[in-house]
Nanobody, 117 residues
Framework: QVQLVESGGGLVQPGGSLRLSCAAS????????MGWYRQAPGKQRELVAA???????NYADSVKGRFTISRDNAKNTVALQMNSLKPEDTAVYYC???????????WGQGTQVTVSS
């Protein structure tokens, strides 16, 4: 089992910034990707950003140019720097790890991000 602990959510005004962090521990094997998903009320969970093996990054179109994901392979951590936040970014953000060989998913407990004036 892999445990994921998230931190960094909160309330921020539109245009503000937040940084989310996630640390993985436990039975860590070969990690394919580390990333962040989010789920707003009444909506499906969606990919925000992920870093796959080799360092390639994927971003949702809605966050490109505003969010930056970074991964520390040695420490098994992943962070999401969120700038120019908008009210539509409001959601519960979940850290995700996909572990080889079967791309098994592990999830954090979620952290609330609220963008409001």
């Amino acid at each position: 089992q892999v445990q994921l602990v998230e931190s960094g959510g909160g309330l921020v005004q539109p245009g503000g910034s937040l940084r989310l962090s996630c640390a993985a521990s436990g039975s860590i094997g070969s990690i394919y990707s580390m990333g962040w998903y989010r789920q707003a009320p009444g909506k499906q969970r969606e990919l925000v950003a992920a870093v796959v093996s080799g360092g390639r990054t994927n971003y949702a179109d809605s966050v490109k140019g505003r969010f930056t994901i970074s991964r520390d392979n040695a420490k098994n951590t992943v962070a999401l720097q969120m700038n120019s936040l908008k009210p539509e970014d409001t959601a519960v953000y979940y850290c995700n790890v996909k572990q080889l060989p079967v791309f098994e998913n592990y999830w954090g407990q979620g952290t609330q991000v609220t963008v409001s004036s």
